[in-house]
Each structure stands twice: as C-alpha cells, then as structure tokens.
C-alpha cells in the first residue's frame, strides 16, 4: 500500500503540481524552478527513512514556502479576498502541510501524535484533496463551490486533532463541493474540443463515486456503518481522485489554454 500511496505522490509533485502552478495568476515565467525542489522531494519517497530522505525531503519544504511567498505576494497586490481567491490561496498553502507531513515521516516523527501511515496518507492527501481540488475549484468554478472546497479541506484538517465528528463534517462539506466543481466541469466539457471534452468529463465524473468513498469512510467512523479497508480506499478513492481527476483535469485546463 505504502508503495502505492508513494507512486501517486510522485504524481502529485511531479506532474500534477507544476502543470497546475503554470495555470495560476502567481505563475512565474517558468516552473523549471519547482523540479529543483520537487525532484529531491520525489528521491525521498524511495529512500530509506534516514538523514539523506529527510535532507531531500527539508529541499521540497522549501519550494513548498515558496508558493506560500507567491499566495503572500499575490494578496498583497490585490488585496482581495473572494470566494475564487480562497481557493487560490489554498492550493499555494496545502502543499506546505503536505510536506510538513512528509518531513516528519521522513524522520520517523509522530508528528502531533500520528503514527507514519496517517503521515504518509496526510502527504498524499493535501497534494490532492488540497493542491488539486482548490486549484480546480479556482479554475472551474465560484460562489458556493470555490468556498466550500477550501472549507471542506480545512475542516478534515482540523478533524485530525478534534475527532471524527469534524473529519465527517470536512467530507461531508468537501464532498459537495468537488459534486459542484465537477458539475462545472461537465457544463464547460459542452463548449470543448473532443479532446478537451473527455478529460473534462472523466474529471468530473469520477468525484461521484470518490467522494461518496471518503464520506462513507469518514461516516463508518463515527457510526457502525461499513466502509472500505485502508488499503482499497488508496487504491479506490485515491487513484482515482489523483489521476481522474486531478491529472485528467489539469490536462484539460492546459489544453483550454493552449487553445
């Protein structure tokens, strides 16, 4: 499991996170400057726990902080703080506390108490359903669906330390919000080129079923209800959501770009 919750990070930081970051107003002319940081990070995912991975791993922290200065930046110049904005914000914030996560794993740390596989999930997890479901949320979408992915997220964030009652809170408002986003992306799939249209449609479509995974989860915690085992939830809800619909997706946007 931990091989592949591994393989769909490396996604994350190699591809996913820098296609994503040319399609945000904080872009710099190029993302040459991210795989100096997100390479070292990729390595330390291989590696034996140990000073090297946890070296490689600090490099990734630091180009995470960089989106942070480039969320600051962007606020300070437009001192603006809508519901699109929340989004972006989140997404530039998310990867730090996804490799925070990383960090401590790296260093064989129980960070606030989290044993290394709540680690490691915690890595993948905000390089998704924090990095790439606010960036779609800022690309796709407004109003309530830019809201409440940003909110949803920060919610099972905080449910971590306060208990499962507020982690089935974050799903369950986190859940709506990717049903909203995705509806977004089927409406803009209608004014597409063939291409453009399927990654838009396969994008959307697999949040009905994923998201429906997480609340069940999330709910089969709190209540005696059935939920999948850890393992088949990786390989279920989060493959799909990481190469469904975070790569289909930002493929897609690349492609209405390049357009």
């Not at 795989?35 to 070296?55: C, H, N």
């Amino acid at each position: 499991m931990i091989l592949l919750v591994h393989a769909v990070v490396s996604l994350g930081m190699l591809i996913v996170v820098p296609l994503g970051l040319t399609l945000l107003p904080t872009r710099t002319t190029s993302t040459r400057w991210w795989f100096a940081f997100a390479v070292p990070g990729a390595v330390s995912l291989w590696l034996p726990r140990g000073a090297v991975s946890i070296t490689l791993a600090s490099v990734y922290f630091a180009g995470t902080v960089v989106l942070i200065a480039l969320a600051a930046r962007h606020f300070l110049h437009h001192r603006a703080l809508q519901a699109r904005q929340i989004a972006l914000y989140t997404a530039l914030v998310t990867p730090s506390i996804a490799t925070l996560a990383l960090v401590a794993e790296r260093s064989s740390y129980e960070l606030f108490g989290f044993n290394l596989t709540v680690l490691s999930l915690t890595v993948a997890h905000f390089h998704f359903a924090g990095f790439a479901a606010a960036l779609m949320a800022y690309l796709s979408a407004d109003g309530l669906a830019a809201v409440s992915v940003p909110l949803g997220t920060g919610l099972v964030l905080l449910g971590f330390f306060l208990g499962d009652p507020v982690e089935l809170a974050g799903a369950v408002v986190l859940t709506a919000g990717m049903w909203l986003v995705g509806w977004s992306l089927w409406r803009r799939s209608r004014r597409a080129d063939r291409s453009t249209a399927i990654l838009l449609v396969v994008s959307g479509s697999v949040l009905v079923v994923t998201m429906l995974l997480a609340v069940s989860w999330a709910l089969g915690h709190v209540v005696d209800t059935p939920y999948l085992p850890l393992e088949w939830m990786v390989a279920t809800h989060g493959v799909a959501n990481a190469v469904g619909f975070a790569l289909c997706g930002v493929l897609a946007m690349r492609r209405e770009e390049a357009g």
